[in-house]
C-alpha cells in the first residue's frame, strides 16, 4: 500500500482557510452566534470555541499523524464524523476545566488569532518594505514572537476579568471568520484589486492581499466588531442580564 504522509505547519494558516472553506455551513453559523451571543450565553460559547478549536486546529494536527491521514485518505467518508468527534471531544474538556485552562486558552487562541493576523498583513508589509529594500527578508522567528506577544497580552486580559475575555473573544473569534468569508468572496470575483486569502491547490507561494484587500479585511473586521458588541451590550442584552 502506498505510504500516504501530511505536513502541516502550526504557522500555516492555509489549511485552517480551506476547512473553513469546505465546512462552510458549520463555520458560518458559528461565526454568527460567536459575533451576536457574546453577552448572553458565556458557557455555550466556551465550549463552541471548544468545538471550533477542535474542528478547525486541532484536526488538522491530527491529520499530520500517519496512520489518522492514511485511515481519512483511504475513507473519506470517515473525515467529517471524526471532525465532529473531536469538536465535542475538546468542547466537552473546555467546558470542564474552564477556570483552571482559562489563562492557557486564553494564550492558545491568543496565538492562533496573532498567527492569523500574521498571515494575512505580512506579504503586504514585506510588500511595502520591498519598495525601499528590495533584497529585505523577515526574519522566520518574527512570526512567533508576533503572535506570541498577542497571546500573552490575551491571556492576562483573560485572568483579569473572565466574562469580559469570553465576550471578546467570541466577538473577535466571529469577526474573523465572517471577514474571511468576504475577502474570499471580493478576491474570487476580482483578485486584481483585492488580491487572495486562499492559496491555490499546488501553489508554493503565499497568496498576498492588496493594499485594498488589507484596507477592506481592517475596515469589515472593525465594523463587524463593533457591530457584534453593540448587539451583545444593547438595552436588549443589558434586560436580558438583569432577567436570566
Known sequence: ??????????????????????????????????LFASRWFPKVLIAALG?????FFLMPLLKTIPAVNELLVSNPSLDLP??????????????GLFKFVFFLGGVLIGFFIGVWLWNIANPWIIDQIRLQT????????????????????????AI?????????????????ILD????FLL????????????????????PALTTNGILVFVGAL???????????????GARKTKNP
Open 134 to 157: 528590495p533584497s529585505f527578508e523577515i526574519p522566520q522567528w518574527t512570526v512567533w514572537v508576533f503572535a506570541g506577544v498577542f497571546a500573552l497580552i490575551v491571556g492576562i486580559f
Open 222 to 236: 472593525l465594523v463587524l466588531m463593533f457591530i457584534g458588541y453593540r448587539f451583545s451590550y444593547s438595552h436588549w
Open 82 to 95: 471524526i471532525a465532529l468527534f473531536v469538536g465535542v471531544i475538546c468542547a466537552v474538556v473546555v467546558l
Open 180 to 183: 474571511f468569508y468576504l475577502l
Open 187 to 206: 478576491g474570487q470575483s476580482n483578485p486584481g484589486l483585492f488580491g487572495m486569502i486562499t492559496k491555490p491547490s499546488g501553489a508554493n507561494e503565499a
Open 1 to 34: 500500500m502506498q505510504e500516504v504522509t501530511q505536513t502541516v505547519s502550526v504557522t500555516d494558516i492555509y489549511g485552517f482557510f480551506q476547512l473553513l472553506i469546505t465546512y462552510w455551513y458549520i463555520a458560518l453559523p458559528f461565526s454568527i452566534a460567536l
Open 160 to 176: 483579569l476579568s473572565h466574562e469580559k475575555t469570553v465576550s471578546f473573544l467570541s466577538i473577535l473569534s466571529g469577526a474573523l
Open 51 to 55: 468545538f471550533v478549536g477542535g474542528l
